[in-house]
């Protein structure tokens, strides 16, 4: 019997897609028809894990090839050492020059066994020995190519290390400092050992001495595989020695490593390859451009003589440190980073690694700037690598931690990449790959280690990796890059930006803070400690400082943001939102130097703060979602307790967020009035329900229905920020109960709902007024609904009448209401209107209203509610119309003053000029009394009429920091007095 050949093995499984790859693994001794040979399995896994399995696998046998007497040992380490297997494959499947490297030089795989890896702090004396033959040290051609052998194998290794886990993962990856370090490093030994290979061509050359300064990216100790490496030459003595000195090591390295570029010199190209210390001082001191500052941030001695590096780099500090303070600084870094964007090629924007959007010059941009800026007066974030000054900049609060830490990892995320790619061809490219380029972006994603998701190609998910980090990076750039925090502590003189010097007193003084003592007071405590608190203000301040200098009241707003900030210290989010959002801090300035309201209720309200970046978001909700949404909140509650403290929570956000919008000029009247009445009617219905909820309870039944009807500005929907909430309490018998049991029941709850809103609160107070009930404080609080009718029928008096005119049905049982309101309609729109003796009788009353109400002192002229031509004179006018004639001119009967004034005039009862005129001074007074409430924080109807006082209520109106405020009290009055003669002629003598 003849036994059949098992099928040939398929390669394939192992990722080769080159159809030769069972052939070539035959011809290694790793494969026969069955498939690996026993004790390869593992050489044949690392291969699939190979970023690139074909390269690793045409590598080695090209170096089997090269070297045919030293491939069994190479062959038997494969098999024994598992670092040399991934660190070997890891390297031949991602860098086709590398591979070229082994391949001419193949003892160098030695270099990858286990334990075998050279310290880092080793690397210049291994080069200066590589250098050294029989004694002497080599010079010319065979010092380049011994220094390049020497560095590539430097090269391998950290290569190696740093790629090694893409093929095991159980070795351990190094970290991005790590890998960056060590290519420093080597850069710097290379440096040190062309310019002693320079010494040694120039024949030890005297007279002369040189110190090399790192810039860049090889300063900051984060370079690249592939990068130029800029420097600057300082030399001593004999400087036409010193710059052949430099010229020759500039030589001898760019040939055998790397180009040394020393355009960020000064002059650049044009200007000396090496000067004095003192050409260097004179040059920045007088012709030195922002950029040039921004390089010098990243200067370090790497080589040459240590004093004389030492002195430059402590030459240059101070001038670094002190660049922000240049006239229009932060805007020339800004400006610099649009040119290079705007000289990326449009066709390839999307894909550059370094510097297109997004890429890696957003990051360093960002972080620089901060630096410049922040940097004068801390010394903790002046690294000059971009990842420690990123790390330092968010434990000093300068960037927010997360955004620190997400502006890492994706800043590492692009530099492996770009480290990938120049690996390939040790070639200096920041191009990521073609979207639709799978065998790239396949290779790409596997050198990275960037795995694919379940239902996803590694292709696919690299690309979209890719661009979230992009993305992100962009998204934070902009954020931290463009703040105009940055521009406002660069205009203050650094002297100032320590906050206790008699410099910031004096700066104070010339704002125009009346007592710089006092805020210098505020400013200490804000800022006094170490915290991340106290960092964050201090970065804050110098902005605010100049924003709430523009305000009617900067003491007052300073005193207010520290009571603020204070009241808020453990509140996460507040310093963040304040430092990330430039809107935030401008429109907070503004309110705080202008209100005493704002502050008080920002203390318990400060998620409003979110709001101020974007108007819309203070005017997108309606007052019938609010309300909504404040019913819905107290009704959750399980108590009558918990249900009001849940509604005056929500009325205090509601009021904070109408009185921000108010003083921002995003609400006209009506819509303020009408979003304080819808609130303060939510919070009535929700009260009365969790209470009628309560008393139900207690007596195990409900015997009386309630409804709650608005009277007065509340049942006008014209309710101001002080305004007190005038109502009627009805009830209705219900569930078999007698009119008693009724009355007693409704009664409870409406002493309960008066009791429980009017308790006292840091809140604006929730009275509950219930005088304009029958008989006023000496009738019952509540009656029943054939009672007021009965009563309205045979007592009423014609001021009764008149309050009836603005009632409406606000909480409560819905149909009662209903009814309330249709059965009063008859009182208050009289069948005929009024008879003379009753329109005398309005006449007389206001008379009265007029000499006994007016606080004694006040100016008539200007006293919001009772002054001449103020809301007063305008409602009585506008009501005295409505007694005579709503019974025949329908649009009359509303409890609206505006609209009953449209009404007026399209009924053509007065003249359409003369309603313009009451139109006009009724919006006037009353906006002006809600203004007076939220410059002094307290319910006021006299205006008013100096002071700081005056100039915020001018400023809130419109008026700006250069007029007059007195000229707003004239346009008030001028409004007001026309709008009292047409309540003369009107009123008085229609």
Known sequence: MVERARPTASAARFGFTDERAAADLRMLGFWDEAGPVPGCEQILTAFSRAPDPDLALRAIDRIKTADETGWPELSRALRADPVLRAQLFAVLGTSGALADFLVNTPEEWRRLTAGSGTPSDEYTAELTQAMAHDGASLTGAAAEQALRKAYRGLLLEIAADDLAHTVDPALDQPSYAQTTGALTQLADAALRAGLGVAEQE???????????IAMGKCGGRELNYVSDVDVVFVGEGDLQIATRLAAAMMRIVGRACFEVDAALRPEGKAGALVRTLEGHEAYYQKWARTWEFQALLKARPVAGDVELGNRYTE????????????????????????????????????????????????????????????????????????????????????????????LRVSYEF???????????????????????????????ARASGVRPLRGKSEAAHLVAEYRRHVQRVRRLHEKLFYRPLLEAVARVPTAVLRLTTDQAKSRLHALGYAAPDGALQHIRSLTSGVSRRAAIQQALLPMLLDLLADTPDPDGGLLAYRRVSEALADTPWYLRVLRDEAAVVEQLA????????????????????????????????????????????????????????????????????????????????????GALSSVWAAVLQSALAASIRQKSADIGSEPARIAVIGMGRLGGAELGYGSDADVLFVCERANGASDSEALKFATSVAETVRQVLGAPSQDPALEVDANLRPEGRS??????????????????????????????????????????????????????????????????????????????????????????????????????????????????????????????????????????????????????????MLVRGKPVDQLPTSGRELAAAARIFGYSADDDPGEFLDSYRRTTRRAHAVVERLFYES
Request: hydrophobic share 45%; proline share 4%.
């Open 779 to 932: 009738g019952p609080l509540v009656r029943t609904f054939d009672s007021y009718l009965a009563y309205y029928s045979r007592w009423g008096e014609v001021w009764e009448a008149q309050a009836l005119l603005r009632a409406r049905f606000v909480a409560g049982d819905d149909d009662l209401g209903a009814r309330f309101i249709a059965a009063i309609g008859r009182f208050r729109y009289p069948e005929g209107g009024l008879d003379p003796s009753r329109i005398r009788e309005v006449r007389r009353i206001k008379a009265r209203v007029e000499t006994e109400r007016l606080p004694r002192g006040a100016d008539p002229t200007t006293h919001a509610k009772l002054g001449r031509g103020g809301l007063a004179d305008v409602e009585w006018t506008v009501q005295l119309m409505q007694l005579r004639h709503a019974h025949e001119v329908p649009g009359l009967r509303t409890p609206s003053t505006l609209a009953a004034l449209r009404a007026t005039a399209e009924a053509r009862l007065a003249d359409e000029a003369e309603i313009n005129s009451l139109t006009e001074a009724w919006l006037l007074a009353t906006r002006a009394r809600n203004v007076a």
């Open 315 to 406: 030459l240059v500090a101070p001038m670094v440190w002190s660049a922000s303070a240049r006239e229009n600084f932060v805007t020339d870094v800004q400006q610099m980073r649009r040119r290079v964007e705007r000289h990326v090629p449009a066709d390839i924007a999307d894909r550059e690694l370094k510097l297109g959007r997004g890429g890696l010059r957003d990051v360093e941009f960002a972080v620089q700037l901060l630096q410049l800026v922040h940097g004068r007066v801390d010394t903790a974030i002046r690294s000059a690598s971009t990842i420690e000054a990123l790390e330092e900049l968010g434990a000093g609060g300068y960037v927010g931690r997360a955004d620190a830490v997400e």
């Open 590 to 673: 503004m309110l705080l130097g202008t209100s005493k309201l704002v502050p008080d209720l920002l203390v318990r309200a400060p998620e409003v703060l979110h709001m101020l970046g974007e108007s819309e978001r203070l005017t997108a909700r309606t007052p019938e979602e609010v309300a909504t949404s404040l019913r819905a909140a107290a009704r959750r509650q399980p108590g009558l307790k918990a249900a009001v403290t849940a509604a005056r929570s929500l009325r205090r956000h509601e009021l904070l967020r109408v009185a921000c919008a108010d003083l921002l000029g995003l609400l006209d009247v009506p819509a303020v009035c």
């Open 414 to 444: 692009l530099r492996t990449l770009e480290h990938r790619l120049q690996l390939r061809g040790l070639l200096r490219t920041h191009l990521f790959p073609e979207f639709d380029d799978s065998a790239q972006l396949r290779w790409l």
């Open 202 to 212: 120039l024949r030890g050359p005297t007279g002369a001495t040189l110190a090399v």
